[in-house]
C-alpha cells in the first residue's frame, strides 16, 4: 500500500492530519511512510525538553515550521520544584538557528529563556511569526527589545504569566514605524509601566489586531483611546480597572467600548470599581468568553453581570460568585441552551 501512491499524493494526505498521535502513528507504519512524513512534518510538539535531544528532533524533522516545547513539570505552577531544576531552552534555539531557517513559529511553556535566547531568534529565523513564552523565566525586556525590532513578521507575541524583568518600559518603541503584521499580543504579566504612546502607535498601526490583553498598570482613562484605535478586537484584556473618572472619560469609555462590535472576550479587571461596570454592559449579550479571575467583583454586582451574558460559553471566576452568581448563570443555560 505504500507504494501504490506517489510521494506526493500520501505527502497531501498526511497534511490533512493534524494531530500528534496520529502522526506518530502514520510514521510506523513502514519505512517509506516514516520517509516522507519526517520531511512533510510542519508542526513539532515536545512534551519534555529532556526526553530527546536538540539534534535528534533536527535532524528527524528537517522542514518544520513551529515548534512547541514544554520544560519543567506542571507541579513548578506551585512552587514545588527546587531553583535550578533546569528547563533551559538555550541549546534548543541554538539547534533550531542552525537547522530551520524558515521556522515561523515557537512556544515555551515553563523554560528557562535568557535575553541572548531572544536575541537569537530575533536574528535567526526570517520569517518568523508567533512567539509563545508562557509560565517561562530568566529573560527581561531587553530581550523583548531585540525581538521587536528584528522579527518584522511578528504576528502572535504572548508571555502569558511569564515572569519577566522590566529594565525599561519603552521595549515597544523598537518595534518599526512600517510594522503593521501584529494580530495578537499578551503583556498581562508585566509589572511594571510600558510606555503608552508607543502602545497606541503600535496597536493603531495595526489593521489586522484581534487579541489585545494589558498589564495592570494601563489606566482605564487611557482604554477608550486604544479601543478607538482598534475598534476590530475580538478579544480584549483591560489593564486596571479603577480611576477617577470625570462623566466626560466615562462616556469616552462607554462609546469606545460600544464601538468594537466584535468583541466576543472579555478579562483583566484589576482593582475593579463596580460603578464603573456598565459601561461593558453593552457589550455583555454577545461575549462567549469572561475571565473574571483577577477580579474582585462580588455580590449583586457579580451577578448582574454575568445575568447579561446570554453566549457565555466560558466563565472563570473566583469564589467572590457565591451560589447567587452560580444561579444565575444556570438560569441563563436553561434559558438560552449554554
Not at 257 to 268: D, H, I, Q, T
Not at 284 to 308: D, R, V, W
Not at 315 to 335: F, P, Q
Request: aromatic share 10%; with cysteine; proline share 4%.
Amino acid at each position: 500500500m505504500a507504494y501504490s501512491f506517489p510521494e506526493e499524493v500520501l505527502e497531501h494526505v498526511f497534511s490533512f492530519i493534524g494531530s500528534d498521535r496520529d502522526r506518530n502513528a502514520v510514521s510506523l507504519v513502514c519505512k517509506s511512510w516514516y520517509e516522507i512524513e519526517r520531511w512533510c512534518r510542519r508542526r513539532v510538539f515536545v512534551g519534555n525538553c529532556y526526553a530527546v535531544a536538540p539534534a535528534a528532533v533536527v535532524r528527524r524533522f528537517p522542514e518544520a515550521r513551529s515548534v512547541e516545547l514544554k520544560g519543567k513539570p506542571h507541579f513548578a505552577d506551585f512552587n514545588l520544584v527546587p531553583e535550578g531544576w533546569g528547563g533551559y531552552v538555550s541549546p534548543w534555539i541554538a539547534a533550531m538557528a542552525r537547522a530551520y531557517p524558515w521556522l515561523e513559529e515557537i512556544r515555551l511553556k515553563r523554560m528557562v529563556v535568557t535575553d541572548e535566547s531572544l536575541e537569537l531568534i530575533s536574528r535567526s529565523f526570517k520569517n518568523f511569526k508567533v512567539l509563545v513564552l508562557s509560565t517561562c523565566e530568566g529573560f527581561s525586556t531587553d530581550g523583548l527589545a531585540a525581538v521587536a525590532a528584528n522579527c518584522r513578521n511578528l504576528r502572535e507575541l504572548d508571555l502569558r504569566e511569564s515572569e519577566v524583568e522590566d529594565t525599561s518600559g519603552h521595549w515597544l518603541s523598537h518595534f518599526p514605524d512600517s510594522y503593521t503584521s501584529l494580530v495578537s499580543l499578551n503583556i498581562s504579566c508585566l509589572s511594571s509601566e510600558v510606555s503608552f504612546s508607543a502602545l497606541e502607535r503600535l496597536v493603531g498601526r495595526c489593521p489586522n489586531l484581534r487579541s489585545l490583553r494589558l498589564n495592570r498598570t494601563v489606566p482605564l482613562d487611557r482604554l477608550a483611546n486604544l479601543l478607538r484605535r482598534a475598534p476590530q478586537l475580538a478579544e480584549l484584556g483591560t489593564g486596571v480597572y479603577s480611576a477617577e473618572l470625570r462623566s466626560d472619560d466615562f462616556s469616552n469609555l462607554v462609546g469606545a467600548l460600544a464601538g468594537c462590535r466584535e468583541l466576543r472576550s472579555l478579562s483583566g479587571f484589576w482593582d475593579v470599581v463596580p460603578a464603573y461596570l456598565p459601561a461593558v454592559y453593552p457589550l455583555c449579550p454577545g461575549l462567549t468568553s469572561l475571565n473574571l479571575s483577577y477580579a474582585t467583583i462580588q455580590g449583586s454586582e457579580l451577578t448582574k453581570l454575568i445575568s447579561q451574558c446570554h453566549s457565555l460559553q466560558r466563565l472563570l471566576v473566583l469564589d467572590y460568585i457565591e451560589d447567587s452568581g452560580l444561579e444565575a448563570r444556570l438560569r441563563l443555560a436553561k434559558i438560552y441552551g449554554n
